[in-house]
């Protein structure tokens, strides 16, 4: 795995989108990744390597990323997350009238 | 290998990727109608000056009719037809400018995360943490302020419609059928004119008041949901 990171702090949209994928097709080569998650290549490459540090995903043998159990709890502990904030919105219905 | 941690004081909730989606989905939906309300915001002016300039050019003529000894009601039946076409003015004025504010209104667009959207999850963050909360926190108050000012601007429009119909229909009563010129005054026309309108938008001046309270509402929970969201962190 390439080291080096997002430069700044990891956007978590495209880190949930690459689980997403992930757990979609079990594992990916990356190509396929950068294309199904919309990324390019090289922005993958970094996302891949700080995904790899934390344990969310490993490389196989044949060069294909695989997802790891704390990847995938992570995922869903990141909608769990989010959903805490979203759930407690209320919209009111608005109509406007001219 | 390190575990995803959540720091968040808030009540835990189990729901499914679903959930959030429909969540943002409801909520970009009622940005679509603050994105309405803004297209009123910036066609505010323009309805003012259509709705004011009729009635500026309405009081114009009616001014030089009134030099040229044409307009008087009480008087003669021309000087009520004269009357009757000055009130035409601001009539249209406010037809013209409510039809102006409805085109500007309908024409906005809407619906264009709907796509993007279509990604689930991860696109529904991704749409939660790009979306500008103060640019958006700001429209929703100027959304409110200009439709106050554009509901009371089309009420005093009404009443002025109404004052002057009342004027010169009782004008008209009192030269034909009673022979007097002028059976009401003008303080009396101008609080019947108020009740008048208030029964005819009556209805409309209390769903007015009650989607102005829940824009309110709706302020006070995205300012707090932004300021949860800047504040919370996710961490791996």
């Known amino acids: ?98 | 290998m390190a575990q995803p941690k959540i720091k968040s004081g808030m009540k835990d909730q189990m729901l499914s990727e679903e959930s959030v989606v429909l969540k943002v989905s409801e909520l970009m939906e009622t940005l679509d109608h603050i994105k309405r309300y803004n297209a009123l915001s910036r066609s505010l002016k323009k309805f003012a000056f259509i709705v004011i300039g009729s009635i500026a050019i309405s009081l114009a003529v009616g001014i030089i009719l009134a030099i040229l000894g044409l307009e008087d009601t009480a008087r003669s039946p021309q000087g009520f037809f004269y009357g009757f076409m000055l009130l035409l003015i601001p009539l249209a004025g406010l037809a013209v400018g409510v039809f102006y504010v409805r085109r500007q209104v309908n024409a906005t667009k809407t619906g264009e995360w709907k796509e993007k959207l279509s990604g689930g999850f991860p696109s529904a963050l991704e749409i939660l943490m790009e979306l500008d909360w103060d640019k958006t926190l700001d429209e929703i108050s100027m959304g409110k302020l200009s439709y106050t000012i554009y509901g009371l601007l089309k009420t005093a429009a009404y009443w002025l419609v109404a004052f002057l119909s009342l004027q010169l229909v009782a004008n008209a009563f009192a030269l034909y059928f009673l022979h007097k010129p002028a059976i009401i005054g003008s303080v009396f026309s101008v609080a019947f004119a108020l009740i008048i309108v208030l029964l005819v938008l009556g209805k409309d001046l209390l769903r007015r008041y009650k989607e102005i309270h829940a824009m309110d509402m709706l302020l006070l929970e995205l300012r707090w949901f932004s300021l949860e969201l800047r504040r919370a962190e996710f961490q791996t």
């Open chain 1, 1 to 98: 795995m390439n080291s080096g990171e997002p430069s700044s702090k990891p956007d978590l949209y495209v880190i949930a989108r690459i689980i997403k994928a992930l757990k979609e097709k079990n594992k990916m080569n990356k190509t396929a990744l950068a294309t199904s998650t919309g990324l390019a290549y090289d922005k993958l490459v970094k996302y891949l390597a700080w995904m790899y540090e934390k344990g969310f995903v490993e490389v196989d043998e044949n060069g294909a990323v695989v997802l790891t159990k704390a990847g995938a709890e992570a995922y869903d502990e990141l909608v769990q997350w989010i959903m805490r904030y979203v759930g407690q919105l209320k919209f009111p219905r608005l109509r406007l009238r001219t």
